[in-house]
């Protein structure tokens, strides 16, 4: 057969149901090819945005989610997408493709080293010269982008080879398991554990990618030891737990850091590096444990006492078995702490205030949203918001970017959140900026008769820039801009446009447009004003009272 004809045999047999993406001439073969196959080709208006997408397939399913584009330019509106799930940890297969290998008449045009270019964003790149390797190429592609820690791979399908007839049979598909750690160093964790006056759980990305959830919920319940997470590893266990004390989503200064730093011992969960840090050790601070699939990356700031590596369920479950409840613990520090989250989260909420305040926003989405509905957020000033005031009832049931923090990417996630899971809730929550970055596929979004609901937080401007902007005491410039007419911006696409014009609107809107199908946007205004006192002095007035 055709090399593209086993390239898709060797996809299907992998149990990719969808590949996302723009097409050029250089990938007729594989369009045609994909053509005849059981395979869902899903156009983009944009090539980011199907990298977007077949990453979030894969950070919800663990599957590898693959994009699709042409050379050249094609492939370099990639990049953004690549350090998006190679950050990340989202499993994801770029297919580029490229000029005659053997020979070519049209010299150096469009042509840019695309390999290469691919190397320092992803596990595996590789152009393809021999249609037989193209089995095994796509196998190891796939195993490398889905164990720990998943990212990315490309392939490069020159023209000519596509087109060539090429012999290959395709590999059983398997991944290796996963081992367990070590019991003497089990052991060992449940001394230190037993021993502290002080431990804390930490919940990070790393147990939001595999089913940790069970594990990790039963020992919070057993030991009883307060948690708080990272921003992508929300909701692994229920924040409506009463042990749970909030999430880091700043630097430094908010409530839940004046528990981290009474801490004498930090459990960390699937933390990865990738993402903002939640805290950092000192020689004479906290212990830690490092829980992880794989082992700890060492500098000044993180150096684990002990680390276990293997499966993370398996550890967690021996700390429920083995662990005793200690008379040494002293927790009354960490539930004054959530006492005090709990109410410093209505802040504001009952304020009638318009342009909304974020933490009315926030509450009101909660109240509004079912348990079991999906939140994208693209990056700006109201995902610290949301990652602080929001609390997740189910894993992956709120997407954050906290690794590369792009712009860009919360409409693209939130239709394949949709695509993935067409009977729950989805929520597209971007701002001005961020939306307007990949606002083209709105139709996509109404081609594919998705029913999605889209926020646009309005401020007419780069508002996160703009607060720390504030924060160094610089002169407010250089970041403000216009934004179209939102409304008929969405009824233009064929999509149903929205305006909240007071804040007691907000809610009715938004609950109306999830209950309708379709593709509905709502302009949301959207108050930044109180952020450097909500977020700055004000909160660090209260922190330091505890």
């Known amino acids: 057969m055709k090399t593209s004809d086993l390239f898709i045999k060797a ?12 097409p050029g001439e250089e990938n007729l073969d594989l369009v045609e090819s994909i053509r005849k196959s059981s395979i869902k080709l899903v156009i983009t208006r944009h090539e980011q945005v199907a990298g977007f997408m077949a990453a979030t397939y894969g950070r919800l399913t663990g599957k590898t989610g693959v994009c699709l584009s042409t050379l050249g330019p094609g492939a370099t509106n990639l990049v953004t997408a690549a350090a998006y799930a190679q950050l990340g940890g989202m499993p994801m297969m770029m297919i580029t493709g490229q000029k005659p290998i053997k020979k070519s008449k049209q010299g150096k045009f469009q042509i840019v080293d695309i390999v290469e270019m691919m190397r320092p964003l992803t596990k595996l790149t590789k152009q393809i010269v021999y249609g037989s390797t193209v089995p095994a190429l796509v196998r190891e592609s796939f195993r490398l982008a889905e164990e720990e820690r998943p990212g990315a791979v490309h392939l490069e399908l020159p023209e000519d080879i596509a087109a060539e007839d090429a012999e290959g049979f395709l590999f059983k598909t398997n991944m290796p398991v996963i081992p367990y750690a070590d019991t003497p160093q089990l052991d060992e964790a449940v001394r230190m554990i037993e021993l502290a006056k002080k431990p804390l759980l930490l919940i990070g990305a790393g147990a939001n990618r595999k089913s940790t959830t069970k594990a990790l919920s039963t020992f919070v319940d057993t030991i009883g030891i307060p948690f708080f997470n990272t921003q992508m590893g929300k909701g692994v266990v229920d924040e409506r737990n ?3 004390i909030g999430t880091a989503a700043l630097s430094d200064g908010d409530f839940v850091h004046c528990a981290i730093h009474s801490a ?5 969960v699937g933390h990865d590096i990738a993402e903002k840090p939640p805290f950092f050790m000192n020689r004479d601070g906290a212990k830690v444990i490092h829980v992880n699939f794989f082992p700890a990356h060492i500098d000044e700031v993180y150096f684990p006492n002990l680390e276990l590596v293997g499966d993370i369920s398996h550890t967690v479950d021996y700390f429920t078995q083995h662990i005793k409840k200690s008379s040494n613990w002293d927790l009354a ?5 959530k006492n005090i989250v709990d109410q410093q989260l209505l802040d504001r909420v009952s304020e009638d205030h318009f342009p909304l305040y974020p933490q009315r926003i926030v509450h009101d989405v909660r109240q509004v949203m079912p348990s ?3 939140l994208t957020l693209d990056n700006g000033m109201y995902k610290i918001w949301f990652a602080r005031n929001y609390y997740a009832h189910q894993p992956n049931s709120i997407l954050l970017d906290n690794a590369l923090a792009t712009m860009g990417a919360g409409l693209p996630s939130g239709m394949a959140a949709k695509l993935v899971h067409p009977n729950r809730k989805v929520l597209a929550i971007c701002g001005d900026g961020g939306f307007m970055m990949n606002c083209h596929d709105l ?8 029913d999605l609901v889209i926020l646009v937080l309005h401020d007419s401007a780069y508002g996160m820039i703009k607060w720390k902007q504030a924060n160094m005491k610089f002169t407010d410039f250089g970041l403000d801009f216009t934004d179209p ?14 305006r909240v014009t007071k804040a007691s609107e907000f809610s009715v ?6 209950e309708k199908p379709g593709v509905h946007l709502i302009d949301v205004p959207i108050d930044y004003s109180k952020n450097v006192f909500d977020l700055g002095d004000g909160l660090k007035k209260q922190t330091c009272q505890l």
């Open 11 to 22: 996809l299907e047999n992998e149990g990719v149901e969808a590949i996302y993406g723009v």
């Open 242 to 244: 009463p042990l749970f």
């Open 264 to 268: 004498d011992l930090i459990i960390n």
């Open 333 to 337: 520090y960490f539930h004054k702490v």
């Open 372 to 374: 079991d509905g999906i």
């Open 443 to 450: 139709e996509t979004a109404v081609r594919l008769k998705l």
């Open 485 to 498: 007419d939102f409304v008929k911006f969405a009824e233009s696409f064929g999509a149903i446009g929205h």
């Open 509 to 514: 809107l938004l609950k109306q447009a999830l």
